[in-house]
């Protein structure tokens, strides 16, 4: 009996619960770290400048000495890479009729619709947006669907019953992408140049879940040819329960149907095993990805110059402000001497550098704001 008793008061003293005051604190403490581990859970990604930063300190110098080998190579590698096209595809690339399905909404119309119109859309063969309402500004298809991620099954399941009926035979390639991508046209020509016309052919980005053949980003844009819309129209929608025609996973839904159907999905990865199609963005392509996105992936992600073919086709999380800075940069932008110019014209010239007079309604920066520009110009954005 007395080792009994002893043996309990040692549980007593050891049990951190037994005292009123301590199981007071129980509580809280727990939810503190509960509170801990949700946020770490869900706030993995970092903003893009402490990302950057991490990439620059010293335990990444690996990482820049790749980049620097990456770019003395680039020469090289573009040498040999053209050597081997064949020029056929090319005449036939341009030959090809791309009609754009860009996904939009009423409120997004004068913002990120007007980029999209003003930068590559301009070079897909036809480019409509598809939105509830219609406008007098764009070519647009209307579908009558509640606006929202609820429904966006049901907004691009009409929107292919749509093409089917008025465009099929109009268009070789339907390109389906939302009002937030930008788009390589040149090179989406030339990738799907490669592919017969003869067979369906469905291709995009990649994911690996919930499909045995993987399934394409919605966000990173895809791709399907004639062939492909005739029969998820005429072999899926048109067959009732065959394909999902409602829902919220529109990119999930149209893999499925096209996995039912037995239309495979077609490598998008360039012969140096790098994408082409990016549905996170630029920067987390280039500086690497983070939290569930890895889960998705249907091969892992490299990153650095390895993260995109030169030849890459889209980018996914693009602001109607950054597709004007990426349209300058690719298509206004030149290197002396690795880009023609035209023979006589003078770029440059020897003139002494002047400044004018002041304008009259010319009014100069205050000290305050001088500051804050040379404050804001001299950091690493």
């Given at each position: 009996?007395?080792?009994?008793?002893?043996?309990?008061?040692?549980?007593?003293?050891?049990?951190?619960?037994?005292?009123?005051?301590?199981?007071?604190?129980?509580?809280?403490?727990?939810?503190?770290?509960?509170?801990?581990?949700?946020?770490?859970?869900?706030?993995?990604?970092?903003?893009?400048?402490?990302l950057i930063s991490g990439f620059l300190n010293t335990s990444h110098s690996g990482f820049l000495e790749n980049v620097k080998k990456f770019l003395?190579?680039?020469?090289?590698?573009?040498?040999?890479?053209?050597?081997?096209?064949?020029?056929?595809?090319?005449?036939?690339?341009?030959?090809?009729?791309?009609?754009?399905?860009?996904?939009?909404?009423?409120?997004?119309?004068?913002?990120?619709?007007?980029?999209?119109?003003?930068?590559?859309g301009t070079r897909c063969t036809k480019l409509v947006f598809v939105t509830q309402k219609p406008s007098s500004s764009f070519d647009t298809m209307q579908v009558d669907v509640q606006e929202g991620r609820s429904y966006l099954t049901d907004k691009t399941v009409k929107t292919l019953i749509a093409l089917y009926k008025t465009y099929r035979n109009d268009y070789d390639w339907f390109f389906k992408c939302d009002d937030d991508v930008y788009i390589i046209m040149e090179n989406l020509r030339h990738l799907l140049a490669k592919h017969d016309s003869h067979i369906p052919v469905y291709l995009g980005h990649q994911f690996r879940?919930?499909?045995?053949?993987?399934?394409?980003?919605?966000?990173?844009?895809?791709?399907?040819?004639?062939?492909?819309?005739?029969?998820?129209?005429?072999?899926?929608?048109?067959?009732?329960?065959?394909?999902?025609?409602?829902?919220?996973?529109?990119?999930?839904?149209?893999?499925?149907?096209?996995?039912?159907?037995?239309?495979?999905?077609?490598?998008?990865?360039?012969?140096h095993k790098r994408q082409s199609f990016h549905p996170f963005g630029f920067q987390r392509a280039f500086y690497g990805h983070v939290g569930g996105e890895m889960f998705y992936v249907s091969r892992p992600y490299k990153t650095g110059p390895e993260?995109?073919?030169?030849?890459?086709?889209?980018?996914?999380?693009?602001?109607?402000?950054?597709?004007?800075?990426?349209?300058?940069?690719?298509?206004?932008?030149?290197?002396?001497?690795?880009?023609?110019?035209?023979?006589?014209?003078?770029?440059?010239?020897?003139?002494?550098?002047?400044?004018?007079?002041?304008?009259p309604n010319e009014v100069l920066l205050s000290p305050k704001y001088i500051w804050h520009y040379l404050f804001r110009y001299s950091r690493f954005e």
């Open positions: 009996m007395h080792e009994t008793s002893a043996f309990r008061m040692m549980i007593r003293w050891k049990n951190p619960f037994h005292s009123t005051t301590r199981a007071k604190l129980c509580g809280p403490v727990i939810f503190l770290i509960a509170m801990i581990l949700i946020y770490r859970c869900f706030h993995q990604e970092k903003d893009t400048t402490n003395l190579n680039i020469k090289e590698r573009d040498k040999k890479y053209l050597v081997n096209e064949k020029s056929y595809l090319e005449e036939k690339a341009r030959k090809l009729r791309i009609l754009c399905y860009t996904m939009t909404i009423p409120s997004n119309m004068q913002t990120k619709a007007v980029a999209v119109n003003n930068t590559w879940l919930f499909t045995t053949q993987g399934y394409l980003s919605g966000g990173a844009g895809y791709a399907m040819n004639r062939r492909a819309l005739e029969k998820i129209n005429e072999d899926g929608f048109q067959v009732s329960g065959k394909c999902d025609i409602s829902g919220k996973d529109e990119d999930l839904d149209i893999g499925h149907c096209f996995e039912k159907l037995g239309v495979k999905v077609y490598s998008t990865i360039d012969s993260c995109c073919s030169e030849f890459t086709v889209s980018f996914h999380y693009v602001t109607p402000e950054d597709m004007y800075l990426m349209e300058f940069l690719l298509y206004h932008a030149r290197i002396f001497g690795r880009h023609s110019t035209a023979k006589g014209k003078e770029i440059f010239t020897t003139q002494e550098a002047v400044i004018s007079d002041k304008a």
